[in-house]
Nanobody
Framework: QVQMVESGGGLVQAGGSLRLSCAAP????????MGWFRQAPGKEREFVAA???????YHTDSVKGRFTISRDNAKNTVDLQMNSLKPEDTAVYYC?????????????????WGQGTQVTVSS
């Protein structure tokens, strides 16, 4: 099974920005929904954002107005622009893919998880 490759994480001060990128080597995800999730220490993995093949965007409430998901279908990549970062955004961020359906935030619907990229926001 193809795994995603995430990049772009790092250490940033509160209020700063990071841009995460995700690629799927050797695989195209035509028609698939692409999503970003995160997992903080001691917590379960949670939905952050998703984007349909046609560009429809969904963001969880805690990141609305700060994070923006985008995708480049020609390059088979999906990005997450994160602005105004807060310490509570600290987590490992993962991207994944799922066939189109109404269950946008259902983590069990997603596949092809990568190793994730660490985002640490200092106060």
């Amino acid at each position: 099974q193809v795994q995603m490759v995430e990049s772009g994480g790092g250490l940033v001060q509160a209020g700063g920005s990071l841009r995460l990128s995700c690629a799927a080597p050797g695989r195209t995800f035509n028609s698939y929904i692409m999503g970003w999730f995160r997992q903080a220490p001691g917590k379960e993995r949670e939905f952050v954002a998703a984007i349909t093949y046609s560009g429809g965007r969904y963001h969880t409430d805690s990141v609305k107005g700060r994070f923006t998901i985008s995708r480049d279908n020609a390059k088979n990549t999906v990005d997450l622009q994160m602005n105004s970062l807060k310490p509570e955004d600290t987590a490992v961020y993962y991207c994944a893919a799922k066939p189109p359906s109404a269950k946008i935030v259902d983590i069990d619907e997603y596949c092809c998880w990568g190793q994730g990229t660490q985002v640490t926001v200092s106060s």
